[in-house]
Structure formats: C-alpha cells, structure tokens
T-cell receptor
Framework: AQKITQTQPGMFVQEKEAVTLDCTYD???????LFWYKQPSSGEMIFLIY??????QNATEGRYSLNFQKARKSANLVISASQLGDSAMYFC??????????FGPGTRLSVLP | GAVVSQHPSWVICKSGTSVKIECRSL??????MFWYRQFPKQSLMLMAT?????????EQGVEKDKFLINHASLTLSTLTVTSAHPEDSSFYIC??????????FGEGSRLTVL
C-alpha cells in the first residue's frame, strides 16, 4: 500500500536560514507524482511544488526546491531564506495511478525572528 | 495509523442530479472534519468545516445550499453536491482531525458532471 512518512512533527528555523522538511514514500507503482502543500492557519492547502517520478531533474519553484532521491524514495522539501510567513503546516503527498492522493501526517514549521 | 476513507473515489453524473460523497474516519473519532476542493495549480481550497452534531461552517464564497454537509456521527461526514453542473466537476478531499496537531486526509473523490 502507498504510504507517506514525515518524521518531523515540528521544526524550528531562524529567519533567513534554509530548512529541509523530510518526506519518504512507499509505493510499488512506477508512475506517480509527489506534491508539497503549505497549510496556513486559514486552512487552505497551497500547492508549492511538484515532482514526477520520471522527472530527471529536481523540481524548483522560487525559494522551494525538492530534493528527489528516487532510489531512497525520498522527496524532501528545501525552503531557502526562510520568512516569517513560512510558518505553517507542510504536507507531503503522493498521487498515483487512479488519481488518488496519499498525504503524510504533516510537519509544523515555525520561523523564528 | 489513523485512516480516513472517502467514497466514492470516482463518480460521473448527469447535470441536475445530486451526488453524495462520504468521508469516514476508520479508527478514531473525529469531531471535526474538513472538506476541500481542488482548483487549478493543484491548490486545495477549504470549503467548509464540519462539526459533529452541529451545522457546518462554510468559507466565504461557498454556497451552503449547493454543497450540503452533514456530520451525523463521530466517524462520518458527508458532502452532497446538489443539482450538480459541469462547473462543479472537480476533485474533492476531506480531512479529519485526530489528536492535537493531527490531521488525516482522505484519498479524494473525483466528480465529473456531464
């Protein structure tokens, strides 16, 4: 069965520093997509970055980059130059054949001034 | 671990009909469940917060009469899309709050209205 693991329930980072949020997944499907979402206190889920299982290069979107290590089945999110507004819950998710989602338990990131 | 199950995972219906989507917490009681709708660029918009035994709290811009939410028990919340139209076609996801800081997501339901 597909599964997403986020081992860090909470993380702290100093403003302007970089932080890595861990995500490992388990699937036997060769085709899948990996997503990271940010959930601020408003409750909505904001899409941050996407990595396809066949993509050769790591995805990047502005200050967000995804460290994709397929053999290790990990898809860590790296946020560079953290800002106070980055404080939120972060969810790693996988979408596999059949278009269903599997979400991880989330990591709460707190950015310190 | 805690599991949230959604049913159906995929539904196709004719315009004008109503569709019910169920969200169940399988191994824990959830007094609060959330319903999301996926929009372009993959973001999930919070539609409403479903509270067991009371009326749902809808986000601004979400039609209460269009998207009926019922949370009749501690393990089940339902979203009914009434008089569905093609523009309601979307991916709907629910989540349920377990313990403090815990949030578990369903697999989502793909609605296609013809």
């Amino acid at each position: 069965a597909q599964k997403i693991t986020q081992t860090q329930p909470g993380m702290f980072v100093q403003e302007k520093e970089a932080v890595t949020l861990d995500c490992t997944y388990d699937t036997s499907d060769p085709s899948y997509g990996l997503f990271w979402y940010k959930q601020p206190s408003s409750g909505e889920m904001i899409f941050l970055i996407y990595q396809g299982s066949y993509d050769q290069q790591n995805a990047t979107e502005g200050r967000y980059s995804l460290n994709f290590q397929k053999a290790r089945k990990s898809a860590n999110l790296v946020i560079s130059a953290s800002q106070l507004g980055d404080s939120a819950m972060y969810f790693c998710a996988m979408r596999y054949y059949g278009q269903n989602f599997v979400f991880g338990p989330g990591t709460r990131l707190s950015v310190l001034p | 671990g805690a599991v949230v199950s959604q049913h159906p995972s995929w539904v196709i219906c004719k315009s004008g009909t109503s569709v019910k989507i169920e969200c169940r917490s399988l191994d824990f009681q959830a007094t609060t469940m959330f319903w999301y709708r996926q929009f372009p660029k993959q973001s999930l918009m919070l539609m409403a917060t479903s509270n067991e035994g009371s009326k749902a709290t809808y986000e601004q811009g979400v039609e209460k009469d269009k998207f009926l939410i019922n949370h009749a028990s501690l393990t089940l919340s339902t979203l009914t899309v009434t008089s569905a139209h093609p523009e309601d076609s979307s991916f709907y996801i629910c989540s349920a709050r377990g313990g403090p800081g815990e949030l578990f997501f369903g697999e989502g339901s793909r609605l296609t209205v013809l």
